[in-house]
């Protein structure tokens, strides 16, 4: 498969050895990793589990892969779903300082193919701010990732606002990826037919959601030396906004149409395909979509063959693989 310039992937997993290692210790808690009965391991999550390999640890195996798939650079972070960063701050703080640690090493040692975001403690903001400035500062880590639940409306947007605030003096990347806050109770009950349609339909309304928030509001307006970016396209919001547009000139004209606020932030392309990347590029501009795999969730060759198979031209498939990436990360470093 040909990529040109080469791949930049900005919405790419690792868990450090070291993290595995303590949540192999988490018996009967949530989250934690477990062996089967075949030897296999699983990852137990606030929502459902996950099958747990090398392929989430071994730096070695990853830079493989990368090589095999034409990836040349990868944005590493500790998915939100897993539940890590929205734990009590006693049992959050120690597993997210050595996730930070871990990443600011492996992306010092290997510069030219990794560089990270922080996970941060979510249960107590000021630790979080602390954690987030010494992973910026100390770590050289580029950001942090945050939980499409932190902007679910404004009330809860504003409860956030010292990380942008402390962003803002260090120049950082937030990428706002499917996760909870420490506080947001309990799940409704889903029906269980049909669960993996229905997690899919989920996880995508709430990163539509969170569109909402850092679109339409005035949140995102004060920061000038902050990027933002959403992951999966930012969710439903592509599919919808022609609707908000319609309702919103018949019972309020006088507002901005929501599509004319499309370009406040980028968005990734994970786990998605052709026809909802040319939907996306059509709402926010090529220059504003990245590529996402979700690597090692989901399956890296699918997503580059998904862009490859769009009707986008030439020159915005190369802006989406790798030419936004470029002009962000420059921006960080």
Do not use: Y
């Not at 996306?280 to 997503?303: E, M, Q, S």
Request: proline share 7%; with cysteine.
């Amino acid at each position: 498969m040909s990529l040109g310039a080469g791949a930049i992937d900005m919405h790419a997993h690792w868990v450090p050895p070291q993290v595995a290692h303590a949540l192999r210790q988490r018996q009967g808690q949530v989250p934690r990793l477990e062996v089967l009965a075949d030897g296999a391991e699983r990852l137990v999550m606030p929502i459902g589990t996950l099958g747990f390999s090398e392929a989430h640890t071994d730096p070695s195996l990853r830079l493989q892969h990368m090589l095999q798939q034409g990836v040349v650079k990868q944005m590493l972070s500790l998915p939100g779903l897993f539940g890590i960063d929205s734990l009590p701050i006693d049992q959050a703080a120690p597993l997210v300082r050595a996730f930070n640690d871990a990443c600011g090493q492996l992306c010092r040692t290997h510069p030219e193919r990794f560089c990270g975001l922080a996970a941060l403690p979510l249960a107590d903001m000021d630790a979080a701010v602390a954690e987030l400035r010494r992973a910026r500062l100390k770590l050289g880590l580029m950001g942090a990732i945050l939980p499409v639940d932190a902007f679910r409306s404004e009330a809860t947007a504003a409860r956030i606002q010292p990380l942008f605030e402390a962003a803002e003096a260090l120049g950082a990347h937030f990428f706002v990826h499917p996760g909870r806050m420490p506080d947001s109770g309990a799940l409704p009950d889903a029906p269980p037919d049909h669960d993996l349609a229905r997690r899919a339909l989920a996880v995508q309304h709430e990163v539509g959601q969170a569109m909402v928030t850092l679109l339409l509001s005035d949140f995102l307006q004060p920061w000038r030396n902050i990027t933002v970016q959403v992951a999966n396209l930012g969710g439903t919001f592509s599919a919808v906004v022609e609707r908000m547009d319609h309702m919103l000139a018949l019972r309020d004209p006088a507002r901005p149409m929501p599509s004319s606020r499309a370009r406040a932030v980028w968005v990734d392309c994970a786990s998605l395909g052709p026809q909802a990347l040319e939907q996306a590029v059509a709402v926010f501009g090529a220059d504003r979509v990245v590529l996402g795999t979700d690597c090692p969730i989901f399956d890296t060759d699918r997503t580059l063959a998904g862009i490859q198979r769009s009707r986008l031209s030439a020159a915005d498939q190369a802006l989406v693989l790798h030419g936004n990436a470029t002009g962000l990360l420059a921006r960080l470093t």
